[in-house]
DNA sequence: AAGTTCTCACCTAGGTGTAAAGTT
DNA sequence: AACTTTACACCTAGGTGAGAACTT
């Protein structure tokens, strides 16, 4: 289902971004991992995500340019621990300080909406760490604490003193399937043989185990 | 030793182009394949350059943006054969009709100049062909024909009506080194040997021999 | 005979979870 | 006890020249 902007960005003109509709792919596999509670590996040197954060973009004016980013706000100031006994999450306590706050540019970025609009828009190059003094750019979590990615389109407007106008010319998309815990190793056993059965890069730990192909929803 | 710009783009605008310098990276390599007369591989699918065409920036405004692009400019108008009785290029007649011709964009154009500068810009997403009907981009290629790799420097003009100063807004640079004959398969023995002790991705082929360790140069 | 195409084993480069070891 | 780090085997993805097969 596509995503309207969370900003309404209406103005007079032409290019505007209050038209920009925003789905996400591999939608069913995102509401696998959610339906059992998603963990994403952080690590020193930075850990890719899975699922990808993929979208498919339409609704922008072709010939404008627009930067596409990626951030993760907490979604509460708790946190996590497993308890294996209940193969449940339970609140621990207060979340511990926010760690430098930091944006993922897409790598294309800027491009032309044509440019975005033709093809699935990927962040794959998106890397998290929970190394506080990490200077590769990764994207900064506290392990143990529940975070939502966030899409923010942003249109590049050529005009001097874009500026003054810059609060109408982005807008931010939320998936809530997409939420998920950051763990330095992962907790629930289910996650783990998820991640197994879908991840082609984790091939090698799979079984003959039917049950590991249940992603596929056939 | 950098190599001054072969257009002179002296202007009276803060940031022009005549004073960038290019250095060749990997040049006592090039020279060694240049000696023995540098071959390419071109295929239907298309092939990497190696040695991958790298190089060192200076003298760039730091804050403006430039576009980088490479190209490739036929030597003469002949096609050429090998002589294996005398390991030597000879002269086989009139070179056939030009494939389209093409550009290779770096891949992160546009950028500022601080960004060329601060490390080695790689060429190394640069693919040959052969394949007159490529899709994909690539740089089309007569096989047996001789080339010679030239990189243009595009000062990215803000200013309105900037195609009336284009003309002084690049620059043009070629390295004699890095001139080579495109191949379907490599002719000369010795330049395939200095491919496979060069080349990491060649490993496999690689003996004992200590000749193969000649190009380090020790 | 000369040049091109195709498949292949062998690499580089780097993304997986595992299990043991380390830390607090 | 709870969490983090590290080395590792096993993958994906794709860049090599060899050599056989194919084309003209």
Same mark, same amino acid.
């Given at each position: 289902?596509?995503?309207? !902007?969370?900003?309404?960005?209406?103005?007079?003109?032409?290019?505007?971004?209050?038209?920009?509709?925003?789905?996400? *792919?591999?939608?069913?596999?995102?509401?696998?991992?959610?339906?059992?509670?998603?963990?994403m590996i952080v690590t020193k040197s930075g850990r890719r +995500?899975? !699922?990808?954060?993929?979208?498919?973009?339409?609704?922008?004016? =072709? *010939?404008? *340019?627009?930067?596409? /980013?990626?951030?993760?706000? =907490?979604?509460?100031?708790?946190?996590?621990?497993?308890?294996?006994?209940?193969? %449940?999450?339970?609140?621990?306590?207060?979340?511990?300080?926010?760690?430098?706050?930091?944006?993922?540019?897409?790598?294309?970025? !800027?491009?032309?909406?044509?440019?975005?609009?033709?093809?699935?828009?990927?962040?794959?190059?998106?890397k998290l760490t929970n190394n506080?003094?990490d200077?590769n750019?990764h994207?900064?979590l506290?392990s +143990?604490?529940?975070?939502?990615?966030? /899409?923010?389109?942003?249109?590049?407007?050529?005009?001097?003193? %874009?500026?003054?106008?810059?609060?109408?010319?982005?807008?931010?998309?939320?998936?809530?399937?997409?939420?998920?815990?950051a763990v330095t190793a992962?907790?629930?056993?289910?996650?783990?043989?998820?991640?197994?059965?879908?991840?082609?890069?984790?091939?090698?730990?799979?079984?003959?185990? !039917?049950?590991?192909? %249940?992603?596929?929803?056939?």
């Amino acid at each position: 289902m596509p995503c309207a !902007p969370d900003v309404d960005g209406t103005c007079g003109k032409a290019a505007n971004v209050a038209s920009v509709r925003v789905q996400l *792919e591999m939608h069913s596999l995102w509401e696998q991992f959610n339906h059992l509670g998603n963990e994403m590996i952080v690590t020193k040197s930075g850990r890719r +995500m899975f !699922p990808t954060f993929q979208v498919h973009i339409s609704g922008m004016d =072709p *010939e404008s *340019e627009y930067v596409l /980013l990626l951030d993760f706000v =907490p979604v509460d100031d708790k946190r996590y621990r497993y308890a294996f006994h209940s193969s %449940s999450w339970l609140v621990a306590g207060r979340g511990d300080a926010s760690p430098p706050g930091r944006v993922h540019f897409h790598p294309d970025s !800027p491009a032309r909406g044509s440019q975005w609009m033709k093809q699935t828009v990927s962040f794959d190059r998106l890397k998290l760490t929970n190394n506080l003094l990490d200077d590769n750019g990764h994207i900064i979590l506290n392990s +143990m604490h529940c975070y939502q990615p966030r /899409l923010h389109v942003v249109l590049v407007d050529p005009r001097r003193d %874009s500026h003054i106008y810059a609060q109408r010319n982005f807008c931010t998309f939320s998936f809530p399937e997409t939420r998920f815990i950051a763990v330095t190793a992962y907790q629930n056993h289910r996650i783990t043989r998820l991640k197994i059965a879908s991840n082609p890069f984790a091939k090698g730990f799979r079984t003959a185990d !039917p049950d590991d192909c %249940s992603y596929l929803g056939r």
